[in-house]
């Protein structure tokens, strides 16, 4: 079973600074299977990126997903007030077949 | 407008049962993949289950032989349905659509659509 383990889990920066949130699984992963979800205090998870750097419907373009094999980014170029969140990045194994996500990183105002 | 609408949550007791819905409307439960996710109070997510388009099941090893996922196509409702609760199983359910994307490589798989989400809690 893939575990994914992020870093950091908490963290801390200004609006208008650049975010970079890593996710690395403990064995390689198609980068057809990894996701990143952004969720805010009671709301349910959004979907950010899919296959590692796609974007979903309506992500606006500071977002951006990259990696491959075990380590994988997501990057928001420019933090806007909305981005203050956690995020989690998920992926799915086929083999045993199921889904996993990783702990999640805070991002929080500095 | 897809939409995804889950009922069902409420407080029970250990070793009891509870069954959650999540109706939906805006694309058919039956053409996708289904899936349910967890989430434990102030915890981050956990997959819980999934239902292939194809009817096939597969389930976290946390609620392997206690929780089963099914789907009822006249109704486009989805369900979970949860047995021998623990303490443990205590947070809030969300239901998923599993979207699907194939670009140059294995099918991507991942969740776009979610619900709002029902608390389950177990406790005495």
């Known amino acids: 079973e893939i575990v994914l383990t992020q870093s950091p889990g908490t963290l801390s920066l200004s609006p208008g600074e650049r975010a970079t949130l890593s996710c690395r699984a403990s064995?390689?992963?198609?980068?057809?299977?990894l996701a990143w979800y952004q969720q805010k205090p009671g709301q349910a998870p959004r979907l950010l990126i899919y296959?590692?750097?796609s974007r979903a419907t309506g992500i606006p373009d500071r977002f951006s997903g990259s990696g491959s094999g075990t380590d994988f980014t997501l990057t928001i170029s420019r933090l806007e007030p909305e981005d203050f969140a956690v995020y989690y990045c998920?992926?799915?194994?086929?083999?045993?077949?199921?889904?996993?996500f990783g702990p999640g990183t805070k991002v929080d105002i500095k | 407008e897809v939409q995804l609408v889950e009922s069902g949550g409420g407080l029970v007791q250990p070793g009891g049962s509870l069954r959650l819905s999540c109706a939906a409307s805006?694309?058919?439960?039956?053409?996708?993949?289904m899936s349910w996710v967890r989430q434990a109070p102030g915890k981050g997510l956990e997959w819980v289950s999934v239902?292939?388009?194809?009817?096939?099941?597969y389930y976290a090893d946390s609620v392997k032989g206690r929780f089963t996922i099914s789907r009822d196509n006249s109704k486009n409702t989805l369900y979970l349905q949860m047995n021998s609760l623990r303490a443990e199983d205590t947070a809030v359910y969300y239901c998923?659509?599993?979207?699907?994307?194939?670009?140059?490589?294995?099918?991507?798989?991942?969740?776009?659509?979610w619900g709002q989400g029902t608390l389950v809690t177990v406790s005495s």
């Open positions: 998923a659509r599993v979207g699907t994307m194939v670009r140059g490589g294995p099918r991507s798989y991942y969740f776009d659509y």
């Open positions: 805006g694309f058919t439960v039956s053409s996708n993949y």
């Open positions: 239902i292939y388009s194809g009817g096939s099941t």
């Open positions: 064995q390689s992963v198609s980068s057809s299977y």
């Open positions: 296959g590692a750097s």
């Open positions: 998920q992926q799915y194994g086929s083999s045993p077949r199921g889904f996993t």
